[in-house]
């Protein structure tokens, strides 16, 4: 990839964004190096940290413009609905969508925490948390009403996250599974 003649910082920003969620999804963070990086964006090594602190910053930018919008739709549809059964169902459907249309940034989200370290490791593990709590509170309260049957709320909030996560892994759009979800 060239450098685009006239390319402005956004759009730079955006070359490099890029870049990084095709690399780290291909070959993993660590296997990145900033060289792989500025040559996938177009740039050369040290212009590259005039758009970007650290590569793990980078990183950290992919899995927080992943997760907290994730988080924040969350809460919008649970304050929409009262039913716990209602709720669950729209978290399902969100994450389902978000994890199939955003597949690249979502499983770097899900997976190259291993990655980060000290601070920025606790602070995407608090966002984390922010989210999983959404799920964990519908679940409580499915299980208080009665209406969920299980045994530990947590186990069962991770379990469904899992679950739900899955698809973005295996579903393609035109693929052979997709004709399983058509009507």
């Known amino acids: 990839m060239s450098r685009t003649p006239g390319a402005n910082g956004d759009e730079t920003r955006r070359r490099i964004y890029s870049a990084a969620l095709r690399l780290f999804a291909q070959r993993g963070f660590a296997a990145v190096g900033i060289r792989d990086l500025a040559r996938e964006a177009g740039l050369t090594a040290p212009s590259l940290y005039h758009y970007m602190g650290t590569k793990e910053d980078l990183l950290v930018d992919i899995m927080l413009s992943t997760i907290t919008p994730l988080t924040n739709a ?14 669950l169902a729209a978290l399902v459907e969100l994450h389902v969508w978000v994890h199939g249309g955003r597949g690249t940034a979502t499983l770097i989200t899900d997976t190259e925490l291993r990655a980060l370290s000290g601070p920025q490791a606790a602070h995407v593990m608090k966002a984390r948390d922010r989210y999983e709590d959404l799920w964990r509170v519908v679940v409580d309260r499915g299980a208080d009403a009665g209406i969920f049957d299980l045994a530990d709320a947590r186990v069962a909030t991770i379990a469904l996250l899992e679950l739900c996560t899955g698809p973005a892994h295996w579903y393609r759009p035109g693929g052979r599974l997709c004709s399983a979800f058509s009507r």
Do not use: K
Not at 79 to 85: A, D
């Open 74 to 87: 969350g809460a919008e549809l649970l304050e929409s609905l009262e039913r716990p059964e209602e709720q």
